[in-house]
């Protein structure tokens, strides 16, 4: 039984003078299986609710990132229709600080983009 055990690994052609590396199939990973503890389950309910928290703060976030940014748009597009009709005469003081406005606004998003919530 043993001999041929030892027949059956050998590589096809390996008795016809072949040359070159013999590959063994992949063998797949074997975890065993085992119950968790309850410190382990509730462990791992923890890192779970966790990473939901993480996922909904980054989405409440993409949000406010969309919805400001969405205003910038706005309130840049109406600064430029009111700056054309003025031609290349001196800015009112209104559309100076609305321009600080903005400008304001545009740093904000850009600080809030930097800002991301990882899970552990």
Known sequence: ??????????????????QGPVSTPPRPIVIPNR??????????????ARK?????????RKRLIDDETNKLLILARDMKARTDELGSGPLP????????????????????????VIAD
Do not use: W, Y
């Open 35 to 48: 119950t968790l503890d309850s410190h382990e389950l509730n462990d791992l309910a923890e890192k779970n």
């Open 93 to 116: 003081p209104m559309l100076v600080r609305e321009a600080a406005v903005i400008e304001l606004l545009a740093n904000d998003v850009k600080e809030k983009m930097k800002l991301t």
């Open 52 to 60: 939901r928290n993480f996922d909904a703060a980054n989405e409440a």
């Open 1 to 18: 039984m043993v001999g041929c055990l030892a027949v059956a690994t050998l590589p096809v052609g390996a008795g016809e003078g072949q």
